[in-house]
């Protein structure tokens, strides 16, 4: 049951989920080999100052390489954000399992 519900909810979000997927992969790219395709920053492109969100994917490759110090440095918000994250997608999960054996 739960493969069928998870697979027709990758499908349902299919957008989040290869940007998703595509974020873990660069990342994880990035601390194994140090290969950079990561997307840069739009706003420091093109005004060229940090934004809020520079340097969470700095600090989300440091967290994969348990380099919690690093990660704080580069961008504490990391540590609020990507729980938060985690919790929206388990809720969102469960809501559309929920919605689904409703039917």
Not at 81 to 100: A, E, N, T, V
Request: include cysteine; hydrophobic fraction near 50%.
């Amino acid at each position: 049951m739960f493969k069928k519900v998870g697979v027709s909810y990758i499908i349902h979000n299919k957008i989040f989920f290869f940007v998703g997927i595509y974020f873990v992969f660069s990342a994880l790219l990035n601390a194994i080999t140090g290969i950079t395709i990561c997307i840069p920053c739009l706003w420091k492109s093109v005004f060229g100052v940090n934004c809020p969100g520079c340097g969470l994917t700095t600090a989300f490759i440091f967290l994969i390489k348990l380099n919690f110090l690093e990660a704080f440095e580069h961008n504490w918000l990391i540590f609020i954000i990507l729980p938060i994250g985690i919790y929206y997608i388990k809720c969102d999960f469960l809501k559309y399992k929920y919605s689904r054996n409703q039917q």
